[in-house]
């Protein structure tokens, strides 16, 4: 808990009860993976510091409303004592809250776009401008642009419109895309006493609810990777935690590969966020292990992945939230064979990087 920022979220007094500590309750939800219990002591220990309830509307009231609006459940624990537990809704409320702070953080911030260089027909305006050729259609016409440029070329004496003055708003394509995120869940991913495998699942249930909401055409599918690797599903998301893990990079690729190869949208990308360089592969029936350094069976092997991804386009965006020079070598020898890319974020900006580079992904220009 060391180091997180409560006080953005504790300023309306105004606020419903309820709504005040059920915002602070859902982020510590996912940083306990889903311990009520832990989460709740959390909640009632800021409470003691915050003073965030009265003698109005308490604690117990609080957890009161948390079942009676079916945000929590009760099942028995091995001993048979009563244990509460999440419910979809609440699950749900998670990946919506996680959508809704990423966005908010995209809003506040003014980082470049990129974009590719194909413009005609699609389905998202842009500020673009374009002359009118036969077969455009008349529905993306910007009139105020149309009716400037007739101004200007006839004047108000003489004023008509030709063809020549028609301009039209130009469009993107918006593509359906099957997408592998990749998440580590090595040991490295809470060392130093800095908890980043939060914010990897945070950005994942964001981007969960964004895909599932906005673009339910897409496909999402979710592994997480460390000495092996497997996929889990959304709604395990607030739930996942780092183990005494190496990282397996090759696993993790080999499972996204296997996934994308049945899928048949002609779009396929994956996206890996990742904290460490690969030190773990499979040899036989057990391991091969090397956490110093650069190892060079481990990274051939990783390369070669990365190769056979560029031979079946399939990009790789890497998420590296580590900055060691020798990482930034690597990373940029894997971006390099793979064709794809590459961005050093922070943890507070690991969400709009991926976001940003998702949306863009989607956007072909036609």
Not at 147 to 176: M, Y
């Amino acid at each position: 808990m060391i180091g997180w920022k409560f006080a953005e979220k504790i300023v309306d007094p105004d606020e419903d009860p309820f709504e005040k500590l059920f915002k602070i309750f859902k982020d510590l939800l996912v940083h306990t993976s889903g311990d009520v219990s832990e989460a709740l002591a959390w909640l009632t220990e800021l409470d003691k510091h915050y003073k965030l309830t009265d003698e109005r509307y308490g604690i117990a009231d609080f957890i009161n409303d948390l079942y009676e609006k079916g945000y929590l459940s009760d099942k028995k624990n091995k001993n048979g004592a009563p244990l509460s537990v999440p419910t979809t809704k609440l699950e749900m409320a998670l990946r919506h809250q996680a959508l809704h702070d990423i966005f908010d953080q995209l809003s506040k911030t003014k980082y470049g776009q990129h974009t590719s260089g194909i413009l005609g027909k699609g389905d998202e305006s842009t500020s673009e401008l374009k002359p009118f050729e036969f077969g455009d259609n008349p529905d993306n016409i910007a009139f105020t642009e149309t009716i400037k440029s007739a101004q200007i070329n006839h004047g108000l004496s003489d004023f008509h419109l030709t063809e020549d003055d028609i301009h039209l708003h130009e469009k993107f394509l918006q593509v359906q895309t099957s997408t592998v995120l990749m998440i580590d869940i090595s040991h490295s991913m809470i060392l130093y006493g800095e908890d980043r495998i939060t914010p990897a699942k945070k950005v994942a249930m964001a981007l969960a609810e964004l895909i599932t909401t906005r673009y339910p055409k897409d496909t999402l599918d979710i592994i997480v990777f460390g000495n092996d690797a497997w996929k889990i599903e959304i709604k395990d998301l607030p739930y996942l935690q780092v183990g005494p893990y190496h990282t397996n990079t090759v696993a993790g690729l080999e499972l996204a590969m296997d996934i994308l190869r049945r899928r048949k949208n002609t779009n396929k990308q994956i996206m890996m966020i990742t904290d460490g360089k690969p030190t773990c592969i499979k040899k036989g029936k057990g391991y091969y292990m090397n956490s110093f350094g650069l190892d060079r069976k481990i990274l051939t092997r990783t390369l070669a992945l990365a190769l056979s991804c560029r031979k079946m386009k399939i990009p790789i965006t890497t998420f590296m939230i580590a900055r060691d020079p020798y990482l930034v070598r690597f990373v940029d020898e894997f971006t390099k064979v793979n064709n794809g890319k590459a961005f050093y974020s922070s943890l507070e900006g690991l969400g709009e990087f991926l976001f940003r580079d998702y949306k863009n992904n989607k956007k072909t220009k036609n």
